[in-house]
């Protein structure tokens, strides 16, 4: 049975179809990418499943339930971890407690109104777990707004490590990054898929990266998903050709 | 019980605000002793009260952001519910209780009202809402004469412990007669300490955190699966009950209630918000200077100028500058100037300069 399902997914905004009745079903312990042009629907696409947005018609079905209708609160507590592409932390909190919050929320004691939260040493510990996978156990004090950008995303990605998820949605995590901090969350990403039984959605751009980590390729373009494979398949599509040649030619232009 | 686990590790992080948070707590420990006399000691209990509705707000306003009009309505029903239970029950503890049981009850069910609905509501409506609240219960507390008294509210006995006829000991005190006023001002006093410990608690649980982290991030906190409906609603409601127990200290204290005295605009904005502002905004500390400091304007301000007044008289302007009757102007100003320097309080300025770091 597919963890997770998105059954005819559609949202609008206005007039403009943004994700347009994406059906699509993901296995337990699978790495899919999904990859398409900029502006394709992608981040809106994991916005409707981890509940950011609420879905214009179709529905999300999360372990055979339908969560269409739940808040991103209740998704999240349900096991739908999400690392968000425009970096989303605690601007003014310390790094080491952007992450302890993550703990705490799938320690799930919010409520806990007499007890000290620095008493807690084992969510502490914890957290500096977290940190130490994203290599930033040294800015640990830092607030998180001090950061690089390349070290904000590493403490994007600590956050949903940290919620211990059933399903981990990356959306572009090395976007930006500098050449040696890119394998670092690579690293990790693999090492998830090496556990076995966690389902990964990973948007990416790097093809490379793409046809090396992933089981499974879907391709949106202008919200409709447009193809769905084996990587080796998907890559050679003409589709895929003509957004990826696309990508390497504007960042060739950046560069 | 260490010191950190008294503060719940939320030390002052500032030597002079240390010093002046010290101060405040030996003069209010030792007021009836260091000020002797009946305006004195009002006062002292007076201070005590307002830091604990002040500190009640912060949690609501400065560690939740949620900015509500209605603080002082809680205020008003602690305040009610003693007043009501002691005109109407025999005087004795069991009325004083049964007061505060049924005015918290109220609060909590009306706080929880207001949680969920600040959820539909954009937050200028919201705090609308909450304005539109606070007239209805004033107007509540005027037109339901029978049981409020009206206009001229509630004036009641209290147990003979409590009163001035009351003797603890035979001889005076250092010079203090030891009478059933200074019972309650030392019950008001602990009642004051515990309450506003326990706030310091809250806001350093893990609870307070959540708290933090919707303030700073609510699409983030509501991401990593916390409920911002029922964390804000709790904070509402908790800073809710606080209040409603500083309004029933009030109305013991004061042995009467009546609108002006606990549920009027004036205290909502004369007093609470100013107090939270001026001390600064979630740090709990800043409350509780402020609320030293406007009761302190509130009570010596016009007096002060009266005496300024006299000093200058036969010189133009400036007697007329210092009439008493210009205090609240001179409290304005005062709000004015404060806020303009300290755009984040007292205690937020004090916590700035590495220097002061203890
Ligand atoms: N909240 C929104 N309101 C209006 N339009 C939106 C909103 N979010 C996304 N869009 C539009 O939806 C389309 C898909 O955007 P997005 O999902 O961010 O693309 P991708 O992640 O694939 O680059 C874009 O045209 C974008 O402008
Ligand atoms: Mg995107």
Same mark, same amino acid.
Request: include cysteine; proline fraction near 4%; glycine fraction near 10%.
């Given at each position: ?6 059954r ?10 943004a ?19 900029n ?18 018609a179709?529905?999300?079905l ?7 209708a739940?808040?991103?609160?209740r998704?999240t507590?349900r ?5 968000f ?12 407690e952007?992450? =302890?919050? !993550?703990?705490? &929320? *799938?320690? +799930? ?5 007499? %007890?000290?939260?620095?008493?807690h ?11 130490? =996978?994203? !290599?930033?156990? &040294? *800015?640990a +004090? ?5 950061? %690089?950008h ?12 940290a ?10 995590p090395?976007?930006g990054m ?23 959605l ?14 499974r ?21 003409p589709?895929?050709?003509e957004?990826y040649?696309?990508?390497?030619q504007r960042?060739?232009?950046n560069? | ?19 002046l ?6 003069a209010l ?5 260091l000020f ?24 609501v306003?400065?560690?939740?952001g ?18 009501i ?44 809402m909450t304005?539109?609240?606070a007239?209805f219960?004033l ?8 049981l ?22 035979d ?21 004051t ?13 893990p ?5 933090q982290a919707?303030?700073?991030n ?11 409906v ?9 800073g ?33 918000l100013?107090?939270?502002?001026i ?8 409350p ?7 009761v ?9 100028m009266?005496?300024?007044?006299g ?15 210009r205090?609240?102007?001179?409290m ?27």
């Amino acid at each position: 049975m597919p963890i997770l399902e998105t059954r005819e997914l559609t949202v609008r905004f206005g007039g403009h179809i943004a994700v347009n009745a994406v059906t699509c079903a993901f296995e337990p312990g699978t790495l899919t990418a999904i990859v398409g042009p900029n502006g394709a629907g992608k981040t809106t696409y994991f916005n409707l499943i981890s509940g950011q947005l609420p879905a214009t018609a179709g529905s999300v079905l999360f372990k055979g339930e339908d969560v269409t209708a739940l808040g991103p609160d209740r998704r999240t507590r349900r096991g739908i971890g999400r690392a968000f592409q425009l970096t989303n932390l605690f601007p003014n909190l310390t790094v080491l407690e952007n992450v =302890r919050l !993550a703990v705490q &929320a *799938r320690a +799930r004691n919010g409520v806990d109104l007499f %007890s000290m939260a620095s008493r807690h040493h084992d969510l502490i510990e914890k957290a500096r777990h977290y940190l130490d =996978r994203v !290599a930033l156990t &040294a *800015r640990a +004090r830092t607030h998180a707004a001090a950061l %690089s950008h390349g070290d904000q995303r590493k403490l994007e990605v600590a956050l949903m490590l940290a919620l211990e998820p059933d399903i981990f949605m990356f959306d572009e995590p090395t976007a930006g990054m500098s050449v040696d901090e890119v394998p670092v969350i690579l690293d990790l990403i693999e090492d998830i898929k090496q556990a076995g039984d966690k389902t990964i959605l990973l948007v990416e751009h790097k093809m490379d990266v793409v046809r090396r980590l992933a089981d499974r390729i879907i391709v949106l373009t202008n919200g409709t998903l447009v193809a769905d494979g084996e990587p080796a398949a998907v890559v050679a599509l003409p589709v895929v050709q003509e957004a990826y040649l696309g990508i390497r030619q504007r960042e060739a232009g950046n560069g | 019980m260490t010191l950190d686990g008294i503060l719940s590790g939320d030390r002052p992080r500032s030597r002079v605000l240390s010093v002046l948070l010290v101060a405040g707590f030996l003069a209010l420990l030792g007021a009836p002793f260091l000020f002797p006399g009946t305006k004195a000691l009002g006062v002292a209990e007076r201070i005590c009260i307002f830091i604990v509705l002040a500190a009640s707000y912060d949690i609501v306003l400065g560690y939740t952001g949620i900015v509500s009009f209605a603080h002082a309505m809680f205020f008003g029903i602690g305040a009610y519910g003693e007043a009501i239970a002691l005109t109407t029950l025999p005087v004795g503890w069991g009325a004083i209780l049964f007061g505060v049981v049924a005015a918290l009850a109220v609060s909590a069910v009306l706080a929880t009202a207001i949680g969920f609905v600040s959820l539909r509501l954009r937050a200028l409506y919201f705090s609308m809402m909450t304005l539109a609240l606070a007239s209805f219960a004033l107007i509540m507390a005027t037109q339901l004469r029978d049981l409020t008294g009206g206009e001229d509210g509630l004036t009641f006995s209290l147990p003979r412990v409590l009163t001035p006829a009351f003797r603890l000991l035979d001889g005076p005190l250092l010079g203090v007669r030891m009478d059933g006023r200074i019972v309650t001002y030392y019950l008001v006093f602990l009642a004051t300490t515990l309450l506003f410990l326990l706030m310091l608690r809250i806001v350093n649980s893990p609870f307070g955190r959540v708290l933090q982290a919707i303030r700073e991030n609510e699409f983030r906190a509501q991401a990593l699966g916390f409920s911002i409906v029922l964390h804000r609603t709790l904070a509402g409601v908790i800073g809710a009950l606080m209040a409603t127990l500083a309004g029933a200290m009030l109305a013991l204290v004061l042995r009467y209630n009546g609108p002006s005295a606990s549920m009027s605009f004036e205290i909502m904005v004369d007093s609470i918000l100013l107090m939270t502002v001026i001390g600064g905004m979630g740090t709990l500390y800043g409350p509780m200077l402020g609320a030293i400091i406007i009761v302190l304007a509130q009570y010596y301000l016009q007096p002060g100028m009266a005496v300024l007044s006299g000093m200058f008289a036969g010189l133009p302007v400036l007697p007329r500058l210092f009439d008493p009757d210009r205090w609240l102007l001179w409290m304005g100003g005062l709000f004015v100037v404060i806020v303009y320097f300290f755009p984040t309080g007292i205690v937020g300025r004090l916590r700035e300069r590495p220097a002061n770091d203890g």
